[in-house]
């Protein structure tokens, strides 16, 4: 069972930049899926990005698709998100989700692993 922790998170100004990491416990991290989820208080759990077992196909949210990034370094075992002109309404925790031999999909239920979740805060 594959164990994922995410970092990276922080305060920052509008307009700023984070890079979230994904680091996975396993080796045969290359073979998972792996999606990005945001939740923002009072709000359900919204997809942000995702990219397949392979790191062929990435997709992503409307909302963040030209400002976000993500990537992976299988020989690190971690998929990262990169976050540019960050605006205060990207301000969630963000989790990141794995699946093993996944496709890069934007449904939460096909995750089978979840990170703790890492604080964004966008001040404005």
């Known amino acids: 069972q594959v164990q994922l922790a995410e970092s990276g998170g922080g305060l920052v100004q509008a307009g700023g930049s984070l890079r979230l990491s994904c680091g996975a416990s396993e080796s045969a991290f290359s073979s998972y899926a792996v999606g990005w989820f945001r939740q923002a208080p009072g709000k359900e759990r919204e997809f942000v990005a995702a990219i397949n077992w392979g790191g062929g196909s990435t997709y992503y949210a409307d909302s963040v698709e030209g400002r976000f990034t993500i990537s992976r370094v299988n020989a690190k075992n971690t998929v990262y998100l990169q976050m540019n002109s960050l605006k205060p309404e990207d301000t969630a925790v963000y989790y990141c989700?794995?699946?093993?031999?996944?496709?890069?999909?934007?449904?939460?239920?096909?995750?089978?692993?979840w990170g703790q979740g890492t604080q964004v805060t966008v001040s404005p």
């Open positions: 989700a794995a699946e093993r031999f996944g496709a890069a999909s934007k449904s939460s239920n096909v995750y089978d692993y």
